[in-house]
């Protein structure tokens, strides 16, 4: 008795649909993906272990290292400084005031500063800092 031989057909496994799904999700996370971006003055923040993200519009006072002051990027004085907080914070209520100070400024001139916002206004303050390095 004499068997045909059957050819068998090459199973294959059509990826092209997989790359397609992989590249949609990859664009839709990289679109709703969002960065937070700081503020271009470079200062050298201190770490802490606790992180904590705002999202609305903060005011910013920056302190470098050779003690010069910004308020939201624009140098400013720190006799000029409470007359412009009292500006900003007009009508706002629970406005939120940020020192970002470089970690070689004496403590003395952020406190400073905290005490300059608490007579313009500003109820609420916090001090930026790094995440820690593991």
């Known amino acids: 008795m004499k068997f045909k031989r ?13 790359i397609d799904v992989v590249f949609l999700l990859l664009i839709f996370f990289l679109l709703s ?4 971006m700081q503020p271009g003055i470079k200062v050298t923040l201190p ?9 609305k519009k903060d005011v910013f006072v920056t302190i470098t290292r050779d003690g010069s002051y910004f308020l939201n990027e624009e140098a400013i004085s720190l ?4 007359d412009k907080l009292r500006v900003m914070v007009a009508g706002e209520v629970d ?4 020192v970002k100070a470089d970690r070689e400024v004496t403590h003395g001139r952020v406190v400073e500063v905290m005490d300059i916002a608490k007579r313009a ?6 001090i930026a800092t790094e995440p820690k390095r593991k």
Request: zero cysteines; hydrophobic letters at 50%; aromatic letters at 2%.
């Open 6 to 18: 059957v050819k068998l057909k090459e199973a294959g496994l059509d990826i092209t649909p997989l």
């Open 33 to 36: 993906s969002s960065f937070i």
């Open 47 to 55: 770490e802490a272990t606790t992180d904590d993200i705002k999202t």
């Open 79 to 82: 006799a000029v400084l409470p």
């Open 95 to 98: 406005q939120l005031l940020i």
């Open 121 to 126: 206004g500003i109820d609420r303050l916090a």
